[in-house]
């Protein structure tokens, strides 16, 4: 049989490709920093180009990466790209990515987030924005950080939703793109500030939102936006 051979044409546009969403993926974290959802090194950022995983490097601040450092691994977690060492919340990521139509995934150790984690096992629906998210967002069970066991939680509360919380650690998220799980990441701590301000005012306690409430507010975010 004849060796197939790639077209150089191909393999061009694809090394395009990868720096541009490399550039972007940096961009994404470098973000999270600056908007305070991560401190230091804390947290990381993934997307995914076909089976191919591009990934934030472990303990590099991120306004030192450059091109040259971009990392990414296969499907199951064998680096292809770079000579740095992958996060070490991979597991995490390529469960998302094994398991539903994820092309991006930000995780974060916001504060409000991170100190909602451990009050309750899910955000009260204090915000219709939670439909973003498919549903109230529940709260994965602790374990340790880069554990198979993290991950197994995670997906168990992922289930019909495009974020959660990690107890006594964080949040992730995903989307179609590196914005759409940027917005969610960002969305999930600004309600758990929602709540956790609400809740603090003594005397009182927030009024929170129906399953009906949600449904109908869920049915008219599908149409939100412009349409092309």
Known sequence: ????????????????????????LVATARRTVTDGLVVGTSGNVSARLGDLVLITPTGVPYDRLTPGDLTAVDLTGRQTRGTLAPTSELPMHLAVYRTTDARAVVHTHAVHATAVSTLVPALPPIHYMA??????????????????????????ALDGRSGCLLRNHGTITYGTTLDQAYDRTAQLEWMCRLWLTASSVPGLTPSLLSEAQLAEAGERLKGYGQRR
């Open 131 to 156: 439909c973003a998210l498919g549903g109230p967002v529940r709260v994965a069970p602790y374990a340790t950080y880069g554990t198979d066991e993290l991950a197994e939680h995670m997906l168990r």
């Open 1 to 24: 049989m004849a060796e197939l051979r790639r077209n150089p044409a191909d393999a061009e546009e694809t090394g395009q490709e990868e720096t541009r969403l490399w550039a972007e």
